[in-house]
């Protein structure tokens, strides 16, 4: 799943009248660069939900035949926050554990390394799985502590400081159980409490991550991509 519902306030005036997923970088949408590396690592039934000019994304990406993958949308009427967009468009996705990428970034994660824990968790207790890069200048406290491959509260061995979630995490079906569709539930306290249960493991990722959320970001983005795939 993509999750695309976002309004991007920070990024206007851009978003007035694009959805900030659909905003180019390197000559791509965002959207494109993460189907395109969800294709070559096997994933082609891909959800992708929206709120904020949406129709703008269904008509660009339509079906996902032009990108080899299938293509389904999650309609939401305002943004349902994560949780809540997610927990709306199960229906939709066939499986009990699947992937989540937050379609305002971009990373260069393979997505093929998500096969153990789609596994695991299929077979197993945990809840999540979480991506986690070096913390960006902007948000230098970072979100989660990795300890020994697992997401802790409290680690029991000495650990570097706390990691930034990247955005991309593998969850189970049960994370959701308690999450009403079509109603806004954000997903930090369902992470919290499979990290208090024991229930989420983790891995730090530390290529090439960039959270979009301003327009120099982008526009850096844009020129960083541009002179890359020039050389």
């Not at 949308?73 to 939709?92: D, K, N």
């Not at 096969?115 to 902007?138: F, I, K, M, S, T």
């Amino acid at each position: 799943m993509i999750l695309a519902a976002g309004r991007g306030e920070r990024m206007r005036p851009l978003t007035d009248h694009t959805p900030k997923p659909l905003l180019p970088a390197g000559g791509k949408p965002l959207l494109v660069w993460h189907i395109e590396r969800l294709r070559m690592a096997g994933f082609t039934h891909i959800v992708i939900n929206h709120a904020h000019l949406g129709q703008q994304i269904e008509d660009a990406l339509g079906n996902g035949a032009a990108f080899g993958v299938s293509i389904e949308y999650s309609r939401e009427v305002s943004a349902l926050e994560t949780a809540g967009g997610i927990a709306t468009a199960l229906p939709l996705i066939e499986s009990e554990v699947f992937p989540v990428v937050n379609g305002d970034i971009y990373c260069e994660f393979d997505f093929s390394r998500l096969a153990e824990p789609l596994a695991r968790l299929a077979a197993g207790r945990d809840q999540a799985h979480l991506v986690l890069v070096d913390n960006p200048p902007h948000h230098p406290e970072g979100d989660f502590v990795l300890d020994a491959g697992r997401v802790v509260g409290s680690p029991l061995t000495p650990h570097p400081s706390p990691l930034t979630f990247s955005g991309i995490g593998v969850y189970h079906r049960a994370l959701f159980a308690h999450t009403m569709a079509a109603e806004k539930a954000p997903l930090a306290p369902l992470l919290r409490l499979a990290i208090d249960a024991g229930r989420a493991s983790g891995e730090h990722y530390s290529g090439q991550w960039v959270d979009v959320g301003t327009p120099a970001r982008l526009a850096a983005l844009d020129e960083e991509l541009r002179q890359h795939h020039a050389a």
